[in-house]
Nanobody, 125 residues
Framework: QVQLVESGGGLVQAGGSLRLSCAAS????????MGWFRQAPGKEREFVAV????????KYADSVKGRFTISRDNAKNMVYLEMNSMKPEDTAVYYC??????????????????WGQGTQVTVSS
């Protein structure tokens, strides 16, 4: 099992940047591919980005491609989401998630077994 705790959310102006962090507990962090999802009020949870167990491959939602960067540090059991050129439509609760499909890049919510509690990101116009 793995426990996930997100941090780094907050209020930012449009065009600004934020860096989200996700701390994972457990000795098997490198057994998982890690993803970021987000959920805006009244909307379904949606895929943002995913990174394989060794950081060798990544995938992004079209809406964030070129603006967001996912990375991980297996020595520290951490995964990050660097968000730049932020837009009001990026406003949502952001969730970190882990999937056992360690070499794959799944985008579906159901592919992920473990979730953090979420961190609020608000982008003002």
């Amino acid at each position: 099992q793995v426990q996930l705790v997100e941090s780094g959310g907050g209020l930012v102006q449009a065009g600004g940047s934020l860096r989200l962090s996700c701390a994972a507990s457990g000795r098997t962090f490198s057994s998982y591919a890690m993803g970021w999802f987000r959920q805006a009020p009244g909307k379904e949870r949606e895929f943002v980005a995913v990174i394989t167990w060794n950081g060798g491959s990544t995938k992004y939602a079209d809406s964030v491609k070129g603006r967001f960067t996912i990375s991980r540090d297996n020595a520290k059991n951490m995964v990050y989401l660097e968000m730049n050129s932020m837009k009001p439509e990026d406003t949502a609760v952001y969730y970190c998630a882990a999937t056992r499909w360690r070499t794959e890049l799944p985008v579906g919510v159901r592919s992920y077994s473990y979730w953090g509690q979420g961190t609020q990101v608000t982008v003002s116009s």
